[in-house]
């Protein structure tokens, strides 16, 4: 089946824009999660939802950031007022219930100019 | 929280030798400590993952070792070969809470044929 998808691949911005990033989880998957990945290092972990709701957003960095599920399907991160250091690679994840694997969408790199 | 640390950074051997990756973890709640692989621009790809009610789990060339009272596990990688180069990332999560997991900065493995 079809795995997680993400859009877009590539957002290049310039410093104080505002953007939004998609994640679409495996058909099925209630729980769902946001990481960033910065060169050379192991993803960060930033919101999880469980269904529409966010059950833990203690990683967002700033609030700047934040993100939402309205239908427990489709998810968007969305970052106002851009900086330089956002710039990173925005990975989303899914879980099936009652299971531990996570899977990966191919990520986003975001590149703020 | 959950602080993973990972070693070695950097790791090369010959192809047919065995690789060694290791990891610690710091909450003792942690449960499920799955290892990714990352190629060059992909998604970080599930490969094996263990269970803290089990000390060793194994897959053809591939297997994971846990040690829970000295909190740290280990990927072993028999007869290597040159397509298994690549970004390695262990993880450790509660399965019990939001399962959102906690990586380690990642080991380059590099097989020289």
């Known amino acids: 089946g079809a795995g997680v998808s993400q859009t877009p691949s590539n957002k290049v911005t310039e410093k104080g824009k505002y953007v939004e990033l998609r994640c679409d989880p495996i058909?099925?998957?209630?729980?769902l999660y946001w990481y960033r990945q910065s060169l050379g290092q192991g993803p960060e972990f930033l919101i999880y939802?469980?269904?529409?709701?966010?059950?833990?957003d203690s990683g967002l960095p700033n609030d700047r950031f934040f993100a939402v599920r309205p239908e427990g399907s489709v998810s968007t991160l969305k970052i106002q007022r851009t900086e330089r250091g956002d710039s990173a690679v925005y990975l989303c994840a899914s879980r099936g219930t009652g299971r531990n694997e996570q899977f990966f969408g191919p990520g986003t790199r975001l590149t703020v100019l | 929280g959950e602080n993973v640390e990972q070693h070695p950074s950097t790791l090369s051997v010959q192809e047919g030798d065995s690789a060694v990756i290791k990891c610690t973890y710091s909450d003792s709640a942690s449960n499920y400590f799955p290892w990714y692989k990352q190629e060059l621009g992909k998604r970080p790809q599930l490969i094996i993952d263990i269970r803290s009610n089990v000390g060793e789990k194994k897959d053809q060339r591939i297997a994971v070792t846990l040690n829970k009272t000295a909190k740290h596990f280990s990927l072993h990688i028999t007869e290597t070969q040159p397509e298994d180069s690549a970004v390695y990332f262990c993880?450790?999560?509660?399965?019990?809470?939001?399962?959102?997991?906690?990586f380690g900065a990642g080991t380059r493995l590099t097989v020289k044929p």
């Open positions: 993880a450790a999560s509660f399965t019990a809470g939001n399962n959102d997991m906690r």
């Open positions: 058909s099925g998957h209630t729980a």
């Open positions: 939802f469980q269904g529409t709701g966010a059950a833990d």
